[in-house]
Structure formats: structure tokens, C-alpha cells
């Protein structure tokens, strides 16, 4: 007579661990909210943006002693950045002089694309502050999350309901 082996599972076996894989991972999605790490990704991306530009005007300023948006004579109200994005005449020209100095590159308006339209910036004659506006809901309840378009402190950022304030700016100054 001859003995017969079984090797392998059965397919109940099979099904069963296919099963608790896809709980595994349903709840590993839910887990994880694949849509707030891409506002998480992009929040990111306007940030870095946000310092180079900063960093940018800072550095214009210590070459040429006078802030990229004002002219050579002097600062004037129409010239001076309020809330201004990087896409209005004042600061798509400040943007300009600053690629002209060398300390932007040539390519940067087109790498940052729409998100010139997320950076906020308010200057005087001797400082600049530049903001954005955070989307993900971790950016949101940073502790830098605490001023308003202008930069200004404000004292209800982010507070507790920090995840669904819509007048919060992330700023660098």
C-alpha cells in the first residue's frame, strides 16, 4: 500500500491568511491617511521654498544694502511687499533682481510653479517676512504656525483647534 503525503495548505488555509493580510493592511491605510502625508509632502515643499526665499532676500541685502523690492533712491509705500504673493508685479520683480544677483537660480520661478502662489511675504526697508499657509493638519499644529499673512503674531494660532484653522501662516523672519 502506498503512503500519501500531503505538502502545502489548503486552500480554507490559504483564504484565511489572505483575509487577515487585508485587514492588516485596511488597517494600516487608515492608519497612515495616505491624503494628509501628500498635504504633509507638498507643506513640506512651500517650506523649503518659503526659507530660500527668505534666505535669498537676506543675502540681496547684504550685497547690495537695500531690499530687492525697493528701488535704488529709496523704500516707498508702493513698492513695500503686504501680504504680497510671489506672483504680484511687486515681488515677481523683487524675484527677478534676486535671480540677477546670482542668489536664486535662473530656473526658479518655473521649478516653484503654483506653489509662488502659496508664499506670502511683507517687507520694510530693512527686514522681510515670508509666510505660507499649511494644509496638513500636522503643519497646521506646528508651534512656527502662530502668525498671521503679515507675520504678525496671532494670539489664537495655533490654539486648540489648530487643525481646522484656516488663518494660521507658518512664517520665516
Partial sequence: MKKKFLHGFTLIEL???IALLGALAVG???????????????????RNLVSEVHGSVIRYYA?????PYCDDAACTADTLPSGDTLTTVVMSTAVSSIVTTGELKSNFQSLAGNNLQRVFATG???SIRVCFQPTSKSFRCDPNTKYDVYGVDDATC??????TSTTCYWCVQ
Fill in 15 to 17: 483564504l484565511i491568511v
Fill in 28 to 46: 494600516l491605510l487608515a492608519a497612515l491617511d495616505p491624503f494628509e502625508q501628500l498635504k504633509k509632502g507638498n507643506d513640506t515643499s512651500v
Fill in 63 to 67: 550685497l547690495k544694502s537695500l531690499m
Fill in 124 to 126: 520694510t526697508s530693512d
Fill in 158 to 163: 495655533p490654539g486648540a483647534a489648530c487643525g
